[in-house]
């Protein structure tokens, strides 16, 4: 080859065979890294990329990644969030990924408050930017969500069991949350004998504790009342999220404990017959005779056999 056209290639001049058209672009794949130094080198590159935060129009962000954390909206508290991020500006970046199902849109992996804020503020959003699958995404909501100190137990209680019945196994669980099985049992435990509806109508009541919610689960087991009834109690109630429990608590605790079922026993006469049933409750005993011929009989001589008993019992029958 001549001098020349060695410092053609050297340099980049372009050569003259007819252009190929370039390839159209694809989605973004996870990176496949080299080994050695250079696979090292790469991946060193691709953690700065990972930590580098960047800014992302906020109507370019959908609330639609990973599990709901949060119960309802605290006006004064995305208030006072607004307020500070219109002053001092964002100081914590969200964690954002690429939505899988729609070209050029984000969705939150944590940060819903701050987004929600800048989008009230017209504001860009300062993000991290990370290549999650479902199961990672999840999983970086859970940890993000147990060094949290804003998260109420309910919320907890309630990721946890969203979780749960997202098919992810208890040791993931434990890990996301960093809670140990106890714990976890604990949560899932309000949960499930809460149901979702009431869960919702009470709200995150931060004020409320652990041990307050596991005692509202015992006295709705004590008394058997149903959530349901709870939930006519705390629809009814205007108060904020703490009230809207204490509402709850008082109804369970002061719903009477449903009567025992009715006690049945079999009525036999000579031989063995059946007769019908005598059912047994609180206040009153019911006779049901199936055989229709001794129920008629029994009808027209209820005198006699009502005389028969006050005999028997030393009463005032007569002779």
Known sequence: MARKDVLKGLMGAPETKSAVPAPAPTAPKRPAYAKGAVGAVSRSISDLKAR?????????????GGLRDRLGPLPEDDAALRDSIQTYGQQVPVLLRLDPNNEGRYQVVYGRRRVAALKALKLPVKALLRDLDDRDLILAQGQENSARRDLTFIEKAN???????????????????????????RMLTVADSMGQKLIEAIGPAPGIGRDRWLRLVAAL?????????????????????????????????????????????????????KLGTITRKPRAVALTVTDTEFGDWLTDNMTEVHRIFLQAKGGNGRD
């Open 52 to 64: 580098a935060i960047v800014e992302v129009p906020a109507d370019m962000i959908d609330d639609t």
């Open 221 to 273: 087991e004590a008394t058997g009342t149903a959530p349901a009834t709870l939930l006519k109690i705390v629809k009814g109630s205007d108060g904020p999220s703490d009230a809207r429990f204490e509402a709850a608590l008082t109804g369970a605790q002061t719903v009477s404990p449903p009567a025992p079922p009715p006690e049945k026993q079999s009525l036999t006469g000579e031989n063995g017959a």
């Open 159 to 185: 990721f946890a069991r969203q979780m749960r019945d997202a098919g992810f196994d208890r040791k993931l669980i434990c890990d996301a949350l960093s809670i140990d099985k106890t714990l976890i049992s």
